[in-house]
């Protein structure tokens, strides 16, 4: 069973009953960074009770959160009830604890094959649109796919970039990219229609390790330029 069951508003929030084992809890603040604080400050409240084996997943995004749980275990009202309570909580700052992290990128060329036509876009240089994208951190906002890949606000461009008009089959693990207001690392090979501009030669994802990502919300992304010929000295390194 998929779509939304149940619809329950609570203040600034909106709780849906998502299929059969999922209840979505969505901001409805009129900030944007108010509604992101919100609901990763649920998600840390759920992680931190560490001792509910009936919740199987908590996937917090932009402005809404979804709880994953056995549905042989507990139920929709159950678990919309201790999301109730969390709402509860003070609001805590999403970026506490928050790290900075260099990602070296070689941008352009077989690296970045849509840097030129994203420069075009905007009225810029292609070595305008490298620093603006380079220029300060980046918030990462939550993951995305493919799994582990982090979502980034985007640089301060003049305008919105759009998707590519034909994805491509096939974007290599550590594309950086770029699309609306947003900027995003390929965690794993995959198809994908985001503008790639550059390519780290860092390893974000490592299916082989726990956790497979060292990377969480609230941490700050810093892009460094490096030449191709750097490229060996950074290949495979983990970041963390």
Do not use: K, N
């Amino acid at each position: 069973m998929s779509g939304v069951t149940c619809l329950r508003p609570h203040r600034d929030f909106v709780l849906a009953d998502c299929g059969d084992s999922a209840v979505r809890l969505t901001s409805l603040s009129p900030d944007v960074e108010e509604r992101w604080q919100a609901v990763h400050t649920v998600a840390a409240a759920l992680d931190a009770r560490g001792d509910d084996a009936a919740v199987t997943g908590i996937i917090p995004t932009y402005d809404s959160l979804l709880v994953e749980f056995d549905c042989a275990a507990t139920t929709h009202d159950a678990i919309r009830a201790l999301v109730e309570r969390l709402i509860e909580l003070p609001a805590q700052p999403a970026t506490r604890g928050s790290r900075q992290f260099e990602i070296p990128v070689v941008y352009g060329g077989e690296f970045g094959p849509d840097l030129d036509d994203v420069a075009a876009h905007l009225a810029l240089a292609p070595a305008e649109v490298i620093r603006l994208h380079s220029a300060r951190p980046l918030t990462m906002r939550c993951f995305g796919s493919p799994g582990g890949a982090p979502m980034l606000d985007g640089p301060a461009f003049p305008q919105p970039v759009p998707r590519r008009t034909i994805p491509r089959p096939h974007v290599p693990a550590g594309a950086v990219a770029v699309a609306g207001r947003q900027a995003v690392i390929s965690a794993r090979p995959a198809p994908g229609g985001w503008p790639v501009i550059g390519r780290t030669p860092l390893t974000i994802v490592d299916p082989s390790t726990e956790p497979l990502s060292d990377f969480r919300p609230g941490d700050t992304f810093r892009f460094v330029p490096i030449t191709a010929a750097e490229w060996p000295a950074y290949e495979g390194v983990r970041h963390g």
